[in-house]
């Protein structure tokens, strides 16, 4: 039977005029440019600052990856990759490879939306294009984006796990089983690198169940996620006598409720009075969780294993909660707080002016003491910090004017979750708003508000609000077959479907 070419799934065919190397480039050709400048911005970011920067945490990664150990202060999955990358003994290999890391991002970005727009606008050539490089933009350049890819830290992995998860979902209007298995396996190695990554996972399930995702691609999804991350306790466990992905629990969950806990109205044991304080007013420059979880007067200074010391993390862990259960309005007044900050106009120097600072392209810097050593056995002459001019003015330059602002933060999430409403909450932009609002209140409700944990909130947030306009109705529903190759965003027209996958016309 021959089949009517306009009973076909929408964005399943093309014209012969847009097939060839002209009508790819002008299809393409915006995200071309975009992807460029991109990588031209990063280029001048390592030749400006040849070796990578340091924060805080750096010194605890690095050791982690010279004598491969699941560090208790935090997990470990980046000091595996930093590990995996020794051999080079090159730090500027490290940013080079996560500055990669942030142009997969915007490339994956890309291409979701633009087949979601492809789908939905199958005459056009050029809008396509261009409302993929809207959803790729945010993330391929804010300049705080290039800075966190540039930094010895782990959010630059973390983010690239997270995306490639939501890619592996999306990537179908009905994820078959294989791919939310690569899902799963991906979700739990965001959950090993920070373990925000945890909560994201019932995040996902709720997806699938409202999108009524057959159990076998649900099913290899937890498989897989709960393969890698009990693998990764069991590791701990035979390391550190019990089970966990960290030992440092207690300390944020202490830090969180710092600014409000009030043990009048608590009554904690008299071996938790020691977390007893005004921690507002603690420390001139330091939010309250920060100076109890780190300023001069913080508790876990006075446990034998500072702040990885279990009987500590089992105290301040107690007294959250006690704190929670006691003052719950202020809890949920104070999470509430953190989780809009990112969203202002003016960025404040929250947690710390010294955090704060090691966010930014300076025009110098160094190693924190504790990353001296294992930065020169890790990387030799190349950990050596230096700083080239002109570039490295350059890139400073670009950074204060170059970012995602709070606003447009704020107005990615309302055009998301406008499209979502129009939609019923039943598009494929469901899944990455909920990830970007989870990204946003989880750290606000479990730690402390921090800039740095929004910039992974981006990408998601971005992929959303274009989603949410161009996908259309599909997948409501399905077995998880894999002989649907449509791509996010298709709509079937009415018809009778025929062997082989046809669509007689309706």
């Not at 890391?101 to 915007?106: A, D, K, N, R």
């Not at 209007?173 to 019932?202: C, D, H, M």
């Not at 392209?361 to 990387?379: H, I, N, Q, T």
């Amino acid at each position: 039977m021959t089949v009517d070419a306009s009973a076909r799934p929408l964005g399943s065919g093309r014209a012969t005029e847009d097939r060839g190397p002209y009508a790819a480039a002008r299809r393409h050709g915006p995200f071309w440019l975009l992807l460029g400048a991109a990588a031209l911005l990063r280029l001048i970011a390592m030749a400006g600052y040849p070796s990578p920067l340091w924060f805080g945490d750096s010194g605890t990664y690095l050791r982690g990856a010279l004598a491969p150990a699941l560090s208790v202060l935090r997990p470990s999955g980046y000091s595996l990759m930093l590990w995996a990358l020794r051999p080079l003994h090159d730090l500027g290999a490290v940013a080079f490879v996560q500055h990669l890391f942030g142009l997969t991002i915007g490339v994956l970005l890309y291409v979701l939306a633009y087949r979601a727009a492809r789908a939905a606008l199958p005459e056009r050539t050029v809008l396509p294009g261009l409302v993929g490089c809207l959803a790729a933009a945010p993330v391929l350049l804010d300049a705080y984006q290039i800075e966190l890819e540039h930094l010895v830290l782990s959010d630059a992995l973390f983010e690239l796990l997270v995306v490639a998860a939501v890619a592996a979902l999306l990537w179908r209007p009905v994820p078959s089983w294989r791919l939310a298995l690569a899902a799963g396996l991906l979700l739990g190695a965001s959950a090993v690198t920070r373990t925000v990554g945890l909560p994201l996972v019932a995040v996902v399930l709720l997806f699938l169940l409202v999108r009524r995702v057959d159990w076998r691609a649900t099913g290899a999804l937890v498989v897989a996620f709960l393969l890698v991350v009990g693998s990764y306790a069991t590791w701990y466990r035979a390391e550190h006598g019990y089970w966990g992905l960290t030992g440092t629990n207690g300390l944020f969950l202490f830090g969180r409720v710092a600014a409000f806990a009030d043990c009048e109205v608590i009554r904690p044991p008299a071996d938790q009075r020691i977390f007893c304080r005004d921690w507002t007013h603690d420390t001139p420059g330091m939010d309250a969780a920060f100076a109890a979880m780190w300023g001069p007067h913080a508790p876990f200074r006075t446990f034998p294993g500072g702040s990885s010391d279990r009987r500590g993390n089992a105290l301040a862990s107690d007294f959250a909660k006690r704190a929670v259960l006691a003052q719950p309005l202020d809890y949920l007044r104070t999470v509430l707080r953190d989780s809009t900050r990112g969203f202002a106009l003016r960025r404040t120097a929250r947690p710390s002016p010294g955090t704060v600072a090691e966010y930014r392209f300076r025009e110098k810097y160094k190693r924190p003491p504790d990353a001296v050593r294992p930065s020169r056995l890790y990387g030799g002459a190349t950990a050596r910090p230096r700083v080239v001019e002109p570039y490295a003015g350059w890139i400073r330059a670009y950074q204060r004017v170059a970012y995602v602002p709070g606003p447009l933060l704020a107005a990615l999430a309302l055009v998301g979750l406008a499209g979502l409403l129009r939609r019923r909450g039943r598009g494929p932009a469901l899944l990455p708003f909920l990830l970007g609002i989870a990204l946003i209140v989880v750290p606000s409700a479990t730690a402390d508000f921090d800039y740095r944990y929004l910039l992974p909130a981006v990408p998601m947030l971005s992929l959303a609000a274009v989603l949410s306009w161009t996908g259309g109705r599909d997948g409501e529903g399905g077995d998880g077959d894999e002989g649907s190759a449509e791509p996010v965003g298709v709509e079937r027209p009415p018809g009778d479907e025929l062997p082989g996958g046809q669509v007689a016309p309706g």
